[in-house]
C-alpha cells in the first residue's frame, strides 16, 4: 500500500530534494513524501481507493502534477515523474558566453583567530564561458581578476593583503584561471577541472559547477546563472604569511573556500548599460 514513484530531469538525473504531494478531489492533502538520494519516493500511508491529484515540487524546476487511482489494495504507482528546469533550457544554449560582473560576485571566506570567519570579494573581473555544441563536457570557461581588486571592507588589511606577505598585486597584478575539462557530477552538476594562476604559480584546481539556469532578461539578452565552489590553500601559491599568537593560534587561516555566483550573458559582448 502506499505511493511510489521516481523523480527525474530530462537528462535522466535524478532530483533527489523533489517533494511529492498527494490531494484528494476536495483539494485536501492526504500525503506528503520526499525523494531519497535516488530520487525514489516509497511511502507506506494508506490511501482510501479512488482518484488523486499527484504534485511534484522541486527548488528550481516547474511544478509536474497528474492524475493517480488508488486501487483496492491502496497502492499508487506513478511511475517515472520528469521535472523540467524553471528558466529556460535543461542546459545553456551552446556558443559564447560574457560574465557579467555587475550581476556577479567572486568572493572568498578565511579562518580568523580560529574562531570566526572574513569574508571578502574581488570586485573587478571578466570572463568568458563556450558551451559545446554536442556534449556539455567539451564546454571551456576562462577568466581574469585583478588582484588589487580585493575588498575585505577594512582598509588596512586589504592593504596587507595586496603587499607581498599575500597576493603582492605589483609583481602579480592578475589572477587567471582556464579550464582543462569538464566532467559530470550529478544532476545539473559538473567538476570542472583548470589551472589557476596566482602569485607567480601555476597550480590545478577543481571547481564544483552548478548550473542554476537560464532564461530572457530585460535588456532583450538570454541570460545563464551558475554557482561554483573551491577550497584553495595558501601554501600552494607561495603564501606563507602566518603570524602566530600566543595561544598558538594563526591569525589567518591557511585554508580559503572561494565562492562564485556568476550571471553570463549569451554572446561575445555585454550589453550597453
Not at 34 to 47: I, K, N, P, Q, S
Not at 67 to 78: D, K, L, Q
Not at 88 to 108: K, N, Y
Request: aromatic fraction near 6%; hydrophobic fraction near 40%; charge should be negative.
Amino acid at each position: 500500500m502506499g505511493l511510489t514513484a521516481r523523480i527525474r530531469t530530462r537528462d535522466g538525473w535524478a532530483v533527489s530534494h523533489a517533494v511529492v504531494t498527494v490531494t484528494d478531489m476536495t483539494g485536501t492533502q492526504v500525503l506528503r513524501a520526499e525523494a531519497d538520494t535516488e530520487g525514489a519516493v516509497r511511502d507506506d500511508t494508506a490511501l482510501a481507493p479512488g482518484a488523486y491529484t499527484v504534485i511534484v515540487t522541486a527548488v528550481g524546476y516547474a511544478p509536474a502534477a497528474s492524475s493517480a487511482i488508488v486501487t483496492a489494495s491502496g497502492r499508487a504507482e506513478v511511475g517515472t515523474v520528469t521535472l523540467a528546469r524553471q528558466g529556460g533550457t535543461e542546459l545553456p544554449p551552446p556558443g559564447p558566453w560574457t560574465i557579467d560582473p555587475v550581476h556577479s560576485s567572486v568572493g572568498a571566506v578565511a579562518q580568523h583567530l580560529g574562531i570566526s570567519s572574513v569574508r571578502g570579494r574581488f570586485t573587478d573581473f571578466a570572463g568568458r564561458i563556450e558551451i559545446a555544441p554536442d556534449d556539455v563536457t567539451g564546454s571551456r570557461v576562462e577568466a581574469v581578476i585583478q588582484a588589487a581588486s580585493i575588498d575585505t571592507g577594512n582598509k588596512m588589511r586589504d592593504d596587507h593583503l595586496r603587499s607581498p606577505d599575500f597576493l603582492d598585486v605589483d609583481a602579480y597584478p592578475e589572477i587567471t584561471y582556464r579550464s582543462t575539462g569538464l566532467t559530470a557530477a550529478g544532476p545539473d552538476r559538473w567538476t570542472v577541472h583548470g589551472e589557476l594562476g596566482m602569485h607567480g604559480v601555476l597550480r590545478p584546481v577543481d571547481l564544483d559547477l552548478a548550473y542554476l539556469g537560464s532564461g530572457a532578461d530585460p535588456w532583450g539578452g538570454t541570460r545563464a546563472a551558475f554557482r561554483a565552489t573551491t577550497e584553495l590553500h595558501r601554501e600552494d601559491f607561495a603564501m606563507n604569511y602566518n603570524q602566530v599568537l600566543q595561544a598558538g593560534i594563526a591569525a589567518i587561516g591557511t585554508t580559503l573556500k572561494v565562492e562564485l555566483d556568476i550571471q553570463a550573458v549569451q554572446g561575445d559582448t555585454l550589453p550597453q548599460a
